[in-house]
Antibody
């Protein structure tokens, strides 16, 4: 069974940085594309971005709201995907989910973690 | 951005009865390959989302066959043939044709 566990959330001041981790077990992590999504309190789901597997160049794509501030990376030797968040804003406050992406003509989120909470506040 | 609009926002249901959720996109999700780039997810209370349907009509592994997806282009529907208690939660449609966007959610209660 594939399992994803997010960690690294917490309280951070506006303008500061935070890095989230997503540890994956039960799958061949190196073959998987991985995504980050978020959900602000009481709101719906929002796409943050994703990273392809190294076989597909490990390239990334980001939502406009985080582009230039957030960076997704991966360490296949540890089966971990990262979300580095810089210049955090209060509107980045959310539960952050990582998800494994399956592919059938397009990427879709087939397994999700339980999420980690990020609160941006002074 | 492609705007996804779901209706209704809230849907009271009765166990054993059918239920239906509509999702409309601001532009066609029908790719030139003939597939619709649309998924449905369910977020049960206090849980993370789970995949129900991908490519508009393909049920994900382990999803009961009472769930079905249909539609093409800009209009899509998720149907539950007979609602069960475990089906309560918020349902989201999302498009994958461009950078992902989600509908606002439909709360089934």
């Amino acid at each position: 069974e594939v399992q994803l566990v997010e960690s690294g959330g917490g309280l951070v001041q506006p303008g500061r940085s935070l890095t989230l981790s997503c540890t994956v077990s039960g799958s061949t992590f190196g073959d998987d594309a991985m995504a980050w999504l978020r959900q602000a309190p009481g709101k719906g789901l929002e796409w943050v971005g994703f990273i392809r597997s190294e076989a597909y160049g490990g390239t990334t794509q980001y939502a406009a709201s985080v582009k230039g501030r957030f960076t997704i990376s991966r360490d296949d030797s540890k089966s971990i995907a990262y979300l580095q968040m810089n210049s955090l804003k209060t509107e980045d406050t959310a539960v952050y989910y990582c998800s494994r992406l399956d592919f059938y003509f397009y990427y879709y989120m087939d397994v999700w973690g339980k999420g980690t909470t990020v609160t941006v506040s002074s | 951005d492609i705007v996804m609009t779901q209706s209704p926002v809230s849907l009271p249901v009765t166990p054993g009865e059918p239920a239906s959720i509509s999702c409309r996109s601001s532009q066609t999700l029908l790719h030139s390959n003939g597939y619709n780039y649309l998924d449905w997810y369910l977020q049960r209370p206090g849980q993370s989302p789970q995949l129900l349907i991908y490519m508009a009509s393909k049920r994900a592994s382990g999803v009961p066959d009472r769930f079905s997806g249909s539609g093409s282009g800009t209009d899509f529907t998720l149907k539950i043939s007979r609602v069960e208690a475990e089906d309560v939660g918020v349902y989201y449609c999302t498009q994958a044709l461009e950078i992902r966007t989600f509908g606002q959610g439909t709360r089934v209660e």
